[in-house]
């Protein structure tokens, strides 16, 4: 069991790290320890008592697990609650812990409050081989009056006693999500946030944090240094604090946004937040990568091992002005070039010509399939491929049928224009019955036609965040939104085992690791153009495997762009093809053939292998991306120059995870080499501006 109980209190390993915590003399659960993992239980810091200073006191110096907001002290805290009679804070101490063995082993600790019967369950989970401590709190209301919850987060994560780390997240926009920004915590909080409804395409509920090169081990880079990491797994509003105190302390809070958030906890009942995951690398930023990935697709995934399809999708080649004749003639093309998945997008529902009607009428459109879907997904599996469909369950336009049918159906407030985006409005998903009449549709859709994969699309965001006839507190909405999209698509998951899922919002609108245990892909951007994609597809590769990041090779870039260079930079991740193939000369779909040729020998390398950024797109001209297969026995290296100004001599690339010892081979490079050699003398790959290349990497 990697959770020990010790006098000093409990002490979390994984294979590579520590994570230890305990009650001080003043009895607060309190952080002792996060990183590297110690030789001896006896090693690992006692829990610190720290004595009161003037204006502050005991409780604003203690690094608490999960403060509650009580006593003189004004660090963020991670809980915030409302009793009946007014009172509005919670003092919570330690009653009990308990150690679980469900998925991977658990640490409960239950707090309890000193005066009214509310409990706090604190949830620690270890995932040993990922090097990850999972955290989420459960509240109970044992009394009969309700408790109103203001703020509820997941965890606060103690970096190390100093003051002197950088925070990397991500932020970006619809059409060019997921940028690196690396920037100093000083003192004071540095907040990061969704107020959407969906995780939303401008921050990550995601943070990595390293020191400042004045400490001794210095700055952390791709592949060495220490890095503290973590992620929300949850894919509605999200809060993420990074607060630094006068007194050279350092904590990263996460969890469900407090913003217009209230939870009425009535008597008995329980509420649990989502989870965060974290974890400490001392292999940089490479290492908290990798780790994510690996969990990802052993835990989270709900078939993370399964190796994704070639698919061709028609939504940049046709946009809304789909029928039968026009997607057979695609499929045929497709299904030469290799394609495996044939998915139909947006425009084949009842009344969709454009974005102004439709959303909510989930069945064919009677002018566009007059026998309905069947003679299409017929052809396209005589084709030799599958089938799938767009879909966007969420949303309605008022120019539908379901609108007229429940205008009260949407979130909104009965006062209030109902603002329209993309000309939509949002289903309120809260509802129950909203809910089980979505599933219905769906599961009638899945059932009636042999689908076997859906993308489920979110094109807008929340406004007027009313909920008419509410059963609790209204604000509830932004929480039991999140929790109805969950059960709807779970209830549909489970029916239809068969089916791959991807999650999309415009693009990477809702990419995280809450979505993943339902989502088996991600749609990543709308921006299909590839030189751009270089660079949000390092981004999201911080968090999620390649397996998960769908990429097409679009008309995007095809003025400038060989299509070789399109095609690689589409291969590192799940391979698709999105461009009006009808347009696409004969040589340039036999060129295409042979790249999904080539991309399906070494697929399984790129989907499940590991990751290694040798050269980042955002940060250079010239960038690479290497995978290589758990075994060590092949990888794949991909190199990029997008425009270099003359002269220029281009820098060496060090190849990484191989193993030394071996031999290795690599396409279009002389001589048979150790896996160290390749790894520390380097090697070259010459490009010339805008191109690109590809080269398998062979242990012999
Ligand atoms: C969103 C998606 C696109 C496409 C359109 C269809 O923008 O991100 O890929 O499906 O909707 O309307």
Not at 98 to 123: G, K, W
Not at 196 to 218: E, L, V
Request: hydrophobic fraction near 40%; charge should be negative; aromatic fraction near 12%.
């Amino acid at each position: 069991m990697p959770i020990h109980a010790t006098d000093q209190g409990w002490i979390l390993e994984t294979s590579a790290t520590g994570y230890a915590l305990g009650l001080n003399q003043a009895g607060l659960l309190v952080h002792r320890y996060w990183g590297l993992r110690l030789p001896d239980l006896a090693d690992y810091p006692a829990a610190a008592s720290p004595a009161p200073w003037g204006f502050n006191s005991a409780a604003q110096l203690t690094p608490e697990e999960y403060p509650g907001y009580e006593d003189i002290k004004f660090i963020a805290p991670c809980l915030k609650v409302t009793f009946a009679d007014g009172v509005r804070d919670v003092v919570l101490r330690f009653d009990s812990a308990e150690l679980r063995e469900t998925d991977a082993p658990e640490l409960c600790i239950h707090l309890r409050d000193t005066v009214y019967p509310f409990r706090l369950t604190l949830h620690y989970r270890v995932h040993e081989a990922y090097d990850l401590v999972e955290r989420w709190v459960t509240a109970a209301n044992d009394g009969d009056m309700p408790v109103t919850i203001e703020r509820i987060w997941s965890a606060q994560w103690h970096l190390p006693p100093g003051d002197s780390y950088r925070l990397t997240h991500l932020t970006g926009r619809h059409m060019d999500e997921m940028h690196l920004r690396r920037e100093p915590l000083v003192q004071g909080v540095k907040v990061l946030e969704s107020r959407r409804m969906t995780t939303s395409h401008h921050h990550n509920p995601w943070f990595a944090i390293d020191r400042a090169p004045s400490t001794s081990s210095g700055r952390a880079a791709e592949d060495a240094g220490d890095v503290w990491f973590g992620v929300l797994a949850w894919s509605g509003n999200w809060k993420l604090s990074a607060e630094v105190t006068d007194f050279g302390s350092t904590r990263v809070s996460i969890g469900i946004n407090d913003w217009d958030f209230a939870w009425r906890l009535g008597g008995g009942e329980t509420f649990s937040t989502p989870s965060s995951y974290a974890g400490y690398s001392a292999e940089g930023f490479g290492g908290a990568s990798r780790r994510l990935h690996d969990f990802i697709r052993d835990s989270l995934l709900p078939h993370g091992h399964a190796i994704h399809k070639v698919l061709y999708n028609s939504w940049e080649a046709t946009e809304f002005d789909v029928d039968e004749r026009s997607q057979i003639a695609l499929a045929e093309l497709a299904a030469k070039m290799g394609g495996e998945l044939f998915v139909m997008d947006d425009g084949w529902f009842h009344g969709r010509d454009d974005d102004t009607a439709g959303l909510g009428d989930w069945w064919p459109d009677e002018r566009k399939f007059p026998n309905g879907l069947a003679p299409l997904i017929e052809r396209v599996n005589a084709l030799g491929m599958d089938f799938g469909l767009w879909i966007e369950p969420e949303m309605v336009n008022p120019n539908s049928e379901l609108y007229r049918a429940h205008p009260d159906w949407v979130i909104h407030f009965p006062t209030r224009t109902r603002t329209e985006a993309r000309n939509q409005l949002v289903l309120n998903f809260a509802r129950p019955d909203v809910q089980d009449y979505i599933i219905d549709q769906i599961d009638r859709l899945l059932a009636e036609h042999n689908i076997v994969f859906v993308k489920w699309d979110m094109n807008r965001n929340v406004s007027e965040p009313g909920w008419p006839g509410a059963p609790g507190d209204p604000r509830e909405l932004w929480v039991r939104y999140v929790q109805g999209l969950y059960r709807v698509w779970g209830a549909l998951r489970e029916r239809h085992p068969h089916v791959v899922w991807q999650s999309c919002s415009g693009g990477g609108g809702r990419a995280d690791l809450g979505i993943l245990r339902l989502a088996d892909q991600i749609w990543v951007s709308d921006n299909t153009e590839p030189t751009a994609r270089l660079a949000i597809q390092e981004g999201f590769s911080q968090i999620f495997p390649a397996n998960t990041m769908e990429a097409w090779v679009t008309d995007m870039g095809a003025d400038y762009l060989p299509l070789a260079f399109r095609f690689h930079v589409s291969m590192c991740g799940s391979l698709g093809v999105g461009g009006h193939l009808v347009r696409w000369s004969d040589a340039m779909r036999a060129e295409a053939a042979q790249w999904i040729a080539l991309y399906k020998e070494i697929r399984h390398v790129v989907q499940l292998g590991d990751c290694y950024r040798l050269r980042s797109p955002q940060a250079h001209p010239f960038s690479a991306v290497q995978y290589v297969s758990k075994d060590r026995a092949e990888g794949v290296l991909f190199a990029f120059r997008t425009h270099l100004p003359p002269p220029t001599q281009l820098p060496a690339l060090y190849l990484r995870g191989l193993d030394p010892n071996a031999s290795y081979e690599i396409e279009e490079l002389p001589g048979v080499r150790s896996g160290q050699a390749w790894m520390q003398a380097g090697l070259s790959v010459e490009l010339n501006d805008f191109e690109s290349a590809v080269r398998r990497i062979r242990r012999v």
